[in-house]
Structures are given as C-alpha cells and as structure tokens.
C-alpha cells in the first residue's frame, strides 16, 4: 500500500530523487522478479512440451529457463 498522507491520495516522496516511499527498501522489487522469473520457467518448460510434443523444443525451453533464472540471480547479487 503506498504511503499517503493524512489520507490523500498522493504518494509520499522520499528524499532519493523523487522515488515514492515504498521503492526505497530496495530489494522488493528483484525478489517479486526472480518470484516470477522462476514462475515463469516452472510453467514455460512444461508448456513447450505440451504444445510441441518435441523434446528437442523442451531441451531449448529448458536451457532459455536456466539462463534467465541465472540472469536474475546475477542482476540480483550486484
């Protein structure tokens, strides 16, 4: 819920460049991603196989899977 004062509805703005309040915790943002990266890979794999019947298609959808989890991970860690 963003934070709004006296019951207005506009946003707090913090005193890190004009950001609301809720961004300034800082790692949110990069768990809810790698949340649905992870969401994403768990549904997509089973996916091309269903819709393909090709293993050679899954391995590809696999691969693609692992990169981008290690991505976020990485993108994450800086």
Do not use: Q
């Amino acid at each position: 819920m963003p934070e709004t004062v006296n019951g207005s509805t506009e946003l707090v703005i913090g005193e890190t460049g004009g950001e609301p309040a809720e961004r300034r915790a800082g790692g949110g943002d990069d768990t809810g991603r790698l949340l649905v990266v992870m969401n994403a890979a768990l549904i997509g794999v089973p996916s091309a196989y269903a819709v393909s019947n090709s293993l050679a298609v899954t391995a590809v959808a696999a691969l693609l899977a692992v990169v981008m989890v290690l991505a976020c991970v990485a993108r994450r860690a800086r």
